[in-house]
């Protein structure tokens, strides 16, 4: 008899840690959709499609919650850049 789970089920601290991440990056990347400057916008996406992907190799709860808060912070600093570009 198999089982349909993947071999590798995430408990629920991991899932919640999972979903904060991706709800991250989604904010990242409206945030840049945002951007005036078309070749600012193409480079910060790439900037932070590469951050993330460099980045998910990482298990360990610490690292990944340092990561979240540091990104966290850059995208507020993103969205309080582009408040004072367009007022």
């Known amino acids: ?17 999972r979903q904060e991440v991706l709800r991250l990056y989604r904010d990242i990347i409206r945030t840049i959709r945002l951007v005036p ?23 360990d709860e610490t690292t990944i919650k340092t990561m979240l808060h540091y990104g966290k912070k ?6 309080h850049t582009l408040a004072l570009s367009q007022s």
């Open 74 to 79: 850059t995208l507020k600093d993103l969205q």
């Open 37 to 59: 400057d078309e070749l600012t916008r193409i480079e910060l996406k790439q900037w932070a499609q590469s951050d993330f992907k460099n980045n998910k190799h990482h298990t």
């Open 1 to 17: 008899m198999s089982t349909k789970l993947p071999k590798a089920t995430l408990n629920l601290k991991q899932f919640l840690l």
